[in-house]
Every structure is written in structure tokens, then in C-alpha cells.
């Protein structure tokens, strides 16, 4: 089957052409761990989880890396302003967001490489790129990116830089296109950062953000690769940036396609960390919502389009993952085992291969399951057709996960969660904790909702 994306870097609709036959190397941008991921972050990360179940499902293999940011100007300032260290703050927020990944169903990515793991690597390609006379020390010991020395700067986002007179010089890690500016590759110690630096050619001090995605996808996935996804907001700068420093330091192709998805808003706000309106995936399990229900309201719309994010939207997305459940169990009671795919699947699959069109795909899915229905009030449905339907719907799970199996947990881990829910009872927080940590070692997440303990498979 052929799968047609839109490619953010040539603003059209390209067919997928692996680089090796039938792989395709896929980076996605991760969280940066200075506090929790939100459901806008989350749309983002399953937008990357349909495309890359979609690509698994037509027969490509999949390497996937998606990076932890855990060093930037935010988790810095987090760390200081709190008093405790970098590390402690990157590993509370990281292992926070693992258990999001594990509760959203999320297919793990390959490797979930840390910025910090690769200073030295940074160092190199910043080396590279001075030596390449593409970028220089300033008075203080930082090292800037020269856009004017690269000359070949704004592709992602359509700059026209012709006119543009001189440059002058941004610190921070994000700005705005409206003035692009030579950005920061190395950025000298200064008092405010304490005790966060490394050592470096230029003195001590640390990697800008967008040298820490450039060197981690080139790394493990090679200065080549298929497909870097993010949310809109990450192709200003810091993809532009991506693609400027890589591309100078290295001289060679670096990514075939730039994919990024709309944010989520709400009430007409883009949700962010920074203006403090962002609800999280634990919160909102913690309210009562399935995570298939949150996943089928973060991914029914298209990627491309802005999600607009309410109450009324995650009533109707529970009502759409309960009549999937309700056909699949009543299909699965009639079902022939012998049965194939309908033809209906070819639809849902060819609009999910055309841009990853999600709702066009739903909708040819419950086209099918209303048909079902009616065949079912009227008792002519045969085992053959229920077997049909099921192999379809199974086959969408495999891409959405909206079917809720009430997996059995396992002797020895229903013992624990049982044991913590009396622990809790008596007000036994540190038994209860204690608990908690034993199951995240086996494997383990429990959250406490409104019906009790739920379990959920890291
Ligand atoms: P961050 O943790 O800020 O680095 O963001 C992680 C990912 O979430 C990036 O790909 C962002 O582009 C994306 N993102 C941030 N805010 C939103 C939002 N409101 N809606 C969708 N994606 C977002
Ligand atoms: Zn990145």
C-alpha cells in the first residue's frame, strides 16, 4: 500500500520512499522534563503513535527514537528556582511521563535517549561546525551558529533572508521567526545556572536545545533518516536550527521528511506548561476517563488541523470506544475463525496511508459497524461476517487501541495492588507507597481512580 505524507519542508503531500527498503528511521522530539508532559504534548506524541502504527501496519519496520530533553534553559531554571538538583528534577518528570506512555497505550519507542548522555558528541559536531567556519566563540565563551556564513538558512519555514541586513545574536532557546538571529550552539556558564555545566574546548557551560536533537537523531538513527515529527511550535526555530546545524556540520542529507501536528487548544488557547491551563493524562484518569476514550479523543481528528479540547469532546469520544467494545464483544461471541478482512478495511487503511487521514478512517470504521448493527437487530448477521468484522476492528486496535480487554493481571501483582488498597485504608501512606515502588520495579503502574486501584503494564 502506498503511504502519502504531507511534508512540512516541501509543503506538499509526498509518496514515502524508504531510504532502505522497507525501514523507515523516525525521530520524534520529546518531552523536555522540567514538569508534566500535558494532553497538547500528548496529542503531539500520539499523532507520532498512529503514524508510526499506521507505517507497522502496511509492513515497514520501524526504528524509533524519541529523545529526552533533560537539560535547557527551562529545566535549569526549574532546578534553581527549586533548590534541588538537575538531576533529581529530569528523573522525577521523566519517569512521570514513561508512566503517561504506559497508561495512553502508547507503542514504546526504540530508545529514549537523554540529552545529557551526549555532551560530548555535542561538542564535536559544534567543533565541526567552527572548524567548518559556520560558526564561531563570542567574548564570553559561547558559540554561535552564523546564518550568514551558512547561507543556505529558513528552508522549513520559507525565510527569505535576502534583504536581511546583519544579525545579531539569541541565547535563549526559543524566539520568534520574525527575527531570525545566530543562535546559540555552546552557552558559557553564567551565575544563574549553579552548579550546571560541563567542561568544553570553549571553558565550561552547556549545549543549546536544538544541537541536542541534531546530534541524538544523527546518532541512532544516521546522518540520513526517514521521517522527524513535533508539534508545530518546534519548526520555529528549533527544527529550522536542526536542519542548519546538522546539514553544516555534516555536509550531507540529513531528514526526507519534516512531519509536525497542530496543537491542542482550550477554549481558543493553545495549552502550555508556561500559562499554567494544561491538564495532564494522570489527572484526568484520575477523573474517571479511560485512556482509550482520552486516546480516541486526541487522535479522531487530523493531525494537521487544530484540536480543539473539551468535556463534551471526551464524552463523545467514551461513547464512540463504547460501541466499538460493545460490537467487538458481540462479535467475538459469533465469530468464524476462518473468516478475512472485508473490503471496507482497504478504505480505512488507504485514508490512514493518505496523510494519516484519522477521521476519514473512523468513519469508514463505524460506516461498517453501524451496517453490523443493523444485520445484528435483525438476526442476519452470519458467523462468517462477525468473524469479518472482528478481524477488521482488530486490525484498527492494532493502530488506535480503543479496545478495553480486561487483561487478568497476574497472581503475584493482583496480591500487591490488593494489599496496597488495604494499606490505604488504614492510612498506611508509606506502606502504600512502598508497594506502589515494588510494582513499578516488576513492571507495574498502579493509579488510584474513583472505582478503586487500576494496573496498567509499564
Ligand atoms: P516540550 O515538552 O515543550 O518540548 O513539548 C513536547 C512536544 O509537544 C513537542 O513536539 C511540542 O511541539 C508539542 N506540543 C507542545 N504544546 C502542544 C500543544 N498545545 N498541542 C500539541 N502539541 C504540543
Ligand atoms: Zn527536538
Known amino acids: 500500500m502506498k503511504v502519502k505524507l504531507y511534508n512540512t519542508l516541501t509543503r506538499k503531500k509526498e509518496k514515502l520512499v524508504p531510504i532502505a527498503p522497507g525501514k523507515i528511521g523516525l525521530y520524534t522530539c520529546g518531552p523536555t522534563v522540567y514538569s508534566r508532559a500535558h494532553i497538547g504534548n500528548f496529542r503531539t506524541f500520539l499523532f507520532e503513535d498512529i503514524l508510526k502504527r499506521t507505517l507497522e ?36 518528570y521523566s519517569s512521570e511521563f514513561m508512566e503517561d506512555v504506559a497508561m495512553l497505550k502508547m507503542s514504546p519507542a526504540d530508545e529514549y535517549p537523554k540529552a545529557t548522555d551526549y555532551i560530548n558528541e555535542m561538542i564535536e559536531m559544534i567543533q565541526q561546525l567552527i572548524d567548518n567556519e559556520i560558526a564561531y566563540l563570542s567574548d564570553d565563551g559561547s558559540v554561535f551558529f552564523s546564518i550568514e556564513k551558512y547561507g543556505d538558512y529558513g528552508k522549513l519555514i520559507n525565510l527569505d533572508l535576502s534583504g536581511q541586513k546583519h544579525t545579531e545574536r539569541v541565547e535563549t532557546d526559543e524566539y520568534s521567526k520574525d527575527n531570525p538571529q545566530d543562535f546559540a550552539l555552546w552557552k558559557s556558564w553564567k551565575e544563574e545556572d549553579g552548579n550546571i555545566y560541563w567542561d568544553s574546548p570553549w571553558g565550561k557551560g552547556r549545549p543549546g536545545w536544538h544541537m541536542e536533537c541534531s546530534v541524538m537523531s544523527t546518532k541512532l538513527l544516521g546522518n540520513h533518516f526517514d521521517i522527524h515529527c513535533g508539534g508545530v511550535d518546534n519548526i520555529f526555530p528549533h527544527h529550522e536550527n536542526e536542519i542548519a546545524q546538522t546539514c553544516g556540520a555534516l555536509g550531507s542529507q540529513f531528514v526526507n521528511f519534516w512531519m509536525h501536528s497542530e496543537h491542542l487548544v482550550l477554549e481558543d488557547s493553545k495549552m502550555s506548561k508556561s500559562v499554567g491551563n494544561m491538564q495532564n493524562v494522570s489527572e484526568l484518569i484520575n477523573e474517571g476517563h479511560s485512556p482509550e476514550s482520552l486516546r480516541f479523543a ?8 487544530k484540536l480543539s479540547f473539551s468535556n463534551a469532546k471526551l464524552e463523545e469520544s467514551k461513547k464512540s470506544v463504547r460501541r466499538i467494545n460493545e460490537i467487538y464483544i458481540a462479535l467475538s461471541k459469533l465469530a468464524d475463525d476462518h473468516s478475512e478482512l472485508p473490503n471496507e478495511h482497504d478504505l480505512f487503511m488507504n485514508a490512514l496511508c493518505n496523510d494519516l487521514n484519522t477521521p476519514k478512517a473512523l468513519g469508514e470504521l463505524f460506516n461498517y459497524i453501524r451496517e453490523l448493527n443493523r444485520k445484528l437487530d435483525s438476526n442476519s448477521l452470519n458467523s462468517y461476517e462477525a468473524g469479518q468484522g472482528l478481524n477488521f476492528i482488530s486490525a484498527a486496535d492494532q493502530i488506535f487501541s480503543f479496545i478495553q480487554t480486561d487483561e487478568s493481571l497476574p497472581k503475584d501483582i493482583e496480591n500487591l495492588v490488593s494489599k496496597r488498597e488495604s494499606a490505604r485504608k488504614d492510612k498506611n501512606w508509606s506502606l502504600s507507597d512502598e508497594i506502589r515502588d515494588e510494582l513499578k520495579s516488576r513492571g507495574w503502574i498502579v493509579e488510584d481512580t474513583p472505582d478503586g486501584s487500576k494496573c496498567y503494564k509499564t
Open 298 to 305: 486526541l487522535t479522531s481528528s487530523h493531525y494537521r488541523s
Open 57 to 92: 501496519s502496511v509492513g515497514y519496520e520501524v526504528y524509533h527514537i524519541m529523545n529526552i530533553t533533560d537539560v535547557d534553559d527551562k529545566t535549569i531554571k526549574k532546578a534553581n528556582d527549586e533548590g534541588i538538583s538537575l538531576k533529581k528534577v529530569t528523573k522525577k
